[in-house]
């Protein structure tokens, strides 16, 4: 991710927990900004051990809480789970995903000519 863009990012959600009513602390930013700087969605693990290189006191329990509560403010997107492990998407805008069924890797996709996809019905919705 451009380093620009990940600055803006960074402001906003400084912006959204403000208006959440959450304190900004330089462990939320840590960990926010290891979700935001990764492009292929991490795992709650992945995103301790980056946040651990330049925080090494932080635990992991307080990674998974602040994680929850981003995701239960919205300041995070879960992308469901992958063999049993939660994927963090920072990007909350309306986008797809691009999963490869091989390896996994997994892209952000934005365009305009996509649009929103039908829910299938063996979906249940």
Not at 32 to 40: G, I, P, Q, T, V
Not at 96 to 107: E, M, S
């Amino acid at each position: 991710m451009r380093e620009a863009e990940l600055r803006a990012r960074g402001e906003a959600f400084r912006l959204a927990l403000r208006s959440s009513g959450l304190k900004v602390t330089p462990q939320r930013l840590e960990i926010f900004r290891e979700a935001a700087r990764s492009e292929d969605h991490p795992d709650v693990e992945a995103i301790y051990r980056g946040v651990r290189k330049r925080v090494p006191t932080i635990s992991l329990d307080t990674v998974y809480r602040t994680l929850r509560v981003f995701l239960d403010h919205g300041l995070l997107v879960s992308r469901g789970t992958d063999e049993d492990r939660l994927r963090l998407d920072a990007n909350t805008r309306p986008h797809h995903h691009y999963v490869c069924r091989r390896c996994g890797l997994t892209r952000d996709v934005t365009a305009g000519e996509i649009g929103p996809l039908p829910i299938p019905p063996a979906a249940g919705a």
